[in-house]
Every structure is written in C-alpha cells, then in structure tokens.
C-alpha cells in the first residue's frame, strides 16, 4: 500500500512534504536552542559567558557553577521544602480526586448530578485571590505547611479526566458480578478499580507533581519564613530578582578565587539542577500525559 | 421501570452509604476552597475592616464598583489584560494547529517523535526558569540576543525585557516557545480519529497532500479547535499572572499591569480587601459570562460546543 501511494506522490506533494520537514526542523532547533545555551553556559568559565563567545558547546568547560550551587544552602532547603510539598500535596491530590471521581462515575450514585454541577461551577467561576485568601487565613494555615499541600489539593480538572475514564474503562458487568459476589462498594473501588486504574492514577499523579514542583504562587502568598520557602521563591529570588546573597556561600580559600565565576555560573547552573526532577520523569511524563490528555478527550 | 420516589431514593441512598462516606471527604475541599471564597465575595459591596470580619462589616452598595470604574487604572489595567490574552490566543492556537498539521504529514515515525520530545520539553519548564531563561537568552550584552546583535553589527541594542512596546511579544511569544508542544498533542489525538478510509479515497481521487489537510483534517479538528477556544475565552481576563508578575517590572509597569497582578497589588500588598474583591469579581464575572456568550455563538454557527 505504502508503495502505490509513493508512485502518485506527485511533484507538489513533494514539495510540501519539503516545506514541512524544514518547518518542523526550524521548529525543533528554535525550541531546544536557548535550552542547549543554558546548559553549555553552566559548564563554560565565567569569562567565556560574560564574553560572549558560548554559542554552542562549552567554553573553558568549569565546574564552578555547580559548586556554587552544592555551596549554596538557600537552594538546598528550598528542594527539600519543595520535595515535601510536591510528595505530600500530590498524594493526598490523587486520594482526592479519586474519592469524588469514583463516586460520581457510578450510575448507582444517587445526586450524582448535584456533585458535577457543583465542580463544573466551581471551574467557571471563583471568588478570587482575596476571599480565598481569607479562607486559608481564617483556618489559620498561613505560613504553615499546610497551606502548601490543602488548598490546591482537589482539581477539579483531574477529577473530571478520572471520571471519564472510570465510566469508559471499567465496565459496569464487573461491578454487578462484584457486587453478586458479596463485594461491597469500598471493596470494589478498592480491590477493583484501583487496580484496574494504574496508568490513570500515575498521570494524575505526574500531573500534579509537575505543578508542584513549578508553582510559586501559594507560597508567594501563604508563607512568610523564608525557611520555608520552596525551590521556586529561592530561584525567583536569585533568577528574577537578581538577588544573590553570598553570604550563605561557605567558601574555602581555594573557592574564593573563583569566587566571580560561582557568582556568574550559578544562574545558569541552578537552571539545570532544578529542572532534574522533572527531566528524570520526561520519559514517563511524556508517555502518560499524551494518554492522559486522550482520556480526557473522551467526551461522555 | 419504578418511579424514583422517596422510598426508593432513600433505599438507594442506604443501600450505597460507603459512597457518600467516600465523597465527603473531597467535598468538604471543594466547599471550603472553591465555595466559601464565593461568600466571601460579599465584601465587595462591604467596607471590609479586619475586626469586624466578612460578615460583621458595613455593607456600603457598589462604591467600590464606582471607585474602580472611575480608577484611572481601569482602562489601562482592562486594556494590558486584554491585549495580551487576546494576542497570545491569536498566535498561539494557529501556532498548536500548524505544529500538529505539520507532524501529522511526517511519514517518518522517528523523526516525528524528536520534533515532539523536543517541542513538548519547554512545557515542564517552570515560569520561574522560564523567565530567568528570558533574563539570560535575551540580555543585551551577554545572552544570544546581545550575542547575535553584535555579530550582525546592529547599531542598537535593546534591553528587551524594559521595553514597553515589546512586553506583549515577549508575553505571546514566550508562550508559543513554551505551550506549542503540549497544544499540538490534542489537536494530534483528533487528527489520530480521522477515518483512514477518508484520505485512501481522496487520494484515489487525486487530492493533493494540502487539499487532504484543508478539506479533511481542518474540518476533523474544527470541534476541538472551537471546544478549545470557547475554553479560552472565558480565560482572557484571567491572563497568567504567575508569568506576567516575574516579568514585570518598574520600566515596562505599563504595559504590563493586568487585573490579577492590580487584585494582588492593591488586596495583599495594600491590603485594600474590598477594592481588591470588586475587581477581582468583576474578572469572574465577564470571564463566566464570555464563556457563556462564546459557547452560546459558537452552538447557533458550528457544529460544536462545550455544554
């Protein structure tokens, strides 16, 4: 078949097909290029970076930008606060949206419609910053860690993808044969759906980890010690602000020399580190977010 | 079939209580962070003072209405947001469309998933990183703008990110480098659905690859692109403010002063409450009532809509 189509391939065709490849290369090389600078940069001297001359791989290759980063405490409690919130907040996120998915995708569910239009509301419209604001400081969670992980923990969103894929994937027979066998409703979410749900359950995990790990916001408002700060704030202050407090670097002599180098390199360096995580999960992310974004495609 | 009654509603309910013990918990969540703030949208029309609380406080009508409508920032505040949303939808969807046109023509598989892997990457990239990678790649002196500036020997070299006049492209088009990846995928998943049996009998036919692209796969994906777009709309308002508020700064204040960061502003920095809920709820409102207005249009002209 393959074959019969290349012989009607006809010139325009081809001439499309042309125009499409150097698109999508042009594409590529203009999204991955700023991202191959930063990364080239952070292993390059201070000098070469400052100069210039860093256009495609590194210059002078150093390390000193990473020792700054291992030298500067700031970053290394803002992963930890971070890695906390992420583990914590994205736990109970899922625990979540799975009790108010599994529920309301059960035809058996009596006032299952008052459920949806209450979420469905509550994606259209919103109080704001301010009353929401006032919600968090009236349960008295401000600059606890609590108001990391409560207030964003239910996603309407997720719970509507879970919801879809409950009622698309787990078949309402299972449930009558579970139900015949003596299994109750907690026991068949339990024993059954759960585990029928796995690929499900790690894209709404995932989903929920990655806007962890890069949301700023909650903490910008909630928190006040910078103690407690995730790894966003402390980027934000060393990125955007410009803000580099050298006073938390502890330096040896040998260190002190290089100590403009550290300075200049730990932008670029930090870049890197704190996009580890989620380039470990790249592989995973980009195979369960593509089913993910399909099952919530499904439309009832 | 029985008619529901109360008897067998009540049989119903008791007969499936774990359920409703299950959902309590997330409802509780969903009354306390996404209801609770609705009641507290009545400060707007209050006098909002610490002591006396939400409820306690003087209901004072719509001053703080007639107070922001008659703000000098109204315009220029209603004006930053719209600009920018409406010109990174305008760039963006037509950027998502092409990019999953384009990869859907590849017959190369490999090829295929390089370009994705790389387009979809900037998506997982922090707005924090984001606009730090901004900072760097577009500084004048030492990022690859300032770098290929005096390559080509330009004579002027602009601080792009204190410019005024070029907030909303950085805005739009950061946005295009970082989201075009992730809005191909839905419109590919769509494109994925298309009946092969269509294109095998076009090209019998003796279609041309771009008449197969406007007459079958444009028209496949047209209820997802409006689907997608009503969705948007209804969003305008609520521009992003994680982005916008690292971009901001004192040179490019304003243009780049939109209702969320003005609610942020004034509500937690000032701590002007009532203002702050005022504007922040007329934002709520238009967004819901464009979500209605559009998926309104959008039901009467085509053949999609979202509820």
Redesign the interface.
């Known amino acids: 078949m393959n074959q019969a ?1 290349r012989i ?1 391939e ?1 010139w ?2 081809r001439l ?2 042309t125009f ?2 150097a ?2 290369g042009f ?2 090389i ?6 191959i ?2 990364i080239s ?1 952070s292993f390059s001297s201070s000098a070469a ?2 100069g ?1 001359k860093v ?1 495609f791989l590194p210059v002078d290759p150093t390390l000193y930008g990473y020792a700054a980063v291992f030298k500067y405490h700031q970053i290394w409690t803002g992963y930890l606060n971070s890695i906390i919130y992420t583990g914590a907040g994205s736990t109970l996120s899922v625990a ?2 799975i ?2 998915a ?3 995708s ?1 035809k ?4 299952r419609n008052i ?1 949806v239009w ?3 509301f ?1 994606m ?12 968090v400081r009236n ?1 008295h969670l401000l600059g606890t860690v609590w108001a990391m992980i ?5 996603s ?1 969103y997720s ?1 509507i993808v879970a919801k879809s894929f409950f009622q698309s994937s787990i078949p309402n027979d299972l449930y009558e044969a579970a139900q015949i066998d003596g299994c ?3 026991g068949f ?1 339990v024993k059954v759906v759960l585990a029928l749900s796995k690929p499900v359950i790690a894209v709404l995990f995932l989903w929920s980890a ?1 806007g962890n ?5 909650n903490a910008l ?1 909630f928190l006040n010690d910078a103690g407690m700060y995730p790894l ?2 402390v ?2 202050e ?3 602000n410009n803000n580099v407090d050298t006073n938390s670097m502890t330096l040896s002599a040998e260190q002190l020399k290089h100590f403009e180098d550290m300075r200049t390199l730990l ?2 360096s930090i ?1 890197v580190i ?2 580890i995580p ?1 380039l470990i999960l ?1 592989p995973f ?2 195979k369960y ?2 089913q993910g ?2 099952v919530g ?1 499904i439309k009832e | 079939m029985v008619k529901p009654g109360t008897a067998t ?1 009540k049989r ?2 008791l007969r ?1 209580w ?6 309590l ?3 509780i ?2 009354l ?10 009545q ?1 707007a029309f209050k006098e909002f003072s610490p002591v006396k609380g ?1 409820w306690g406080s003087p209901w004072v009508g719509g001053k703080q209405f007639n107070m922001f409508f008659t703000s000098p920032f109204f315009w220029p505040v209603i004006r930053n947001t719209l600009i920018l949303s409406v010109y990174a939808l305008l760039i963006g969807t037509p950027s998502a469309i ?2 999953a046109l ?2 859907n ?3 190369s598989r490999r ?1 295929k998933k ?2 994705q ?6 998506y ?6 984001l ?3 901004l ?3 577009l500084s004048p ?2 990022g ?1 703008y ?2 290929f500036a ?1 390559l080509l020997g330009m004579n002027q070299i602009y601080d792009i990110l204190g410019q005024e006049k070029a907030f909303s492209s950085l805005y739009a088009w950061s946005g295009v ?1 970082q989201e ?2 992730y809005g191909a ?2 419109y590919l ?2 494109l994925a659905n298309i009946n092969p049996e269509l294109h095998e009998a076009s ?1 019998i036919d003796g279609a ?3 008449q197969r692209i406007i007459y079958i796969d444009l028209p496949s994906i047209r209820p ?1 692109i409006i689907i997608l777009l009503i969705l948007s709309v ?1 969003g305008l308002l609520s521009v992003g ?2 982005k916008v508020f ?1 971009l901001q700064n004192t040179l490019n204040l304003n243009a780049s002063e939109v209702i ?1 960061t003005y ?2 502003k004034i ?2 920095v000032n701590t002007n ?1 009532s203002f ?2 005022a504007v ?2 007329f ?2 409102v238009v ?2 009532v464009l ?1 209605f207005a559009t998926n309104l249009l959008a039901r009467k002209y085509s053949d999609a809509s979202l ?1």
């Open positions: 189509i009607r006809s325009g065709d499309l097909l499409v490849y698109a999508l594409i590529t203009a999204v991955a290029y700023p991202i600078y930063i940069s970076v400052m210039g256009w979540l949206t009790m108010m599994y529920p309301i059960r058996t569910f009596a006032g459920f209450l979420l469905l509550a259209l419209f919103s109080g704001g910053l301010i009353p929401y604001y006032l919600v349960l409560l207030p964003g923990a239910l309407i719970v109750s409703d907690a979410l990655v790990w890069n949301s700023y916001f408002i966003q704030l980027l934000r060393i990125l955007v932008k670029y870049i704190s996009s989620v790249y992310i980009q977010f593509v974004v399909m495609a | 509603l119903r309910v499936h774990q359920l409703y013990l299950i959902v918990l997330p409802t969540f969903l306390t962070f996404n209801y609770v703030p609705m009641l507290g949208v400060i939400i092409f990019l384009a990869l023509e590849v017959p090829f390089v370009v892997m790389t387009t979809y990457a900037p997982f990239i922090s707005m924090v990183v606009v730090g990678i900072n760097i790649v002196s030492t690859i300032g770098q005096h480098w075009t990846g995928v839905i998943a769509s090209k041309s690859r771009l997802t209804g403010f994680e690292l969320s609610v942020y509500g937690l409450f702050a809920v922040g709820l934002n709520s967004g819901f979500v509820f």
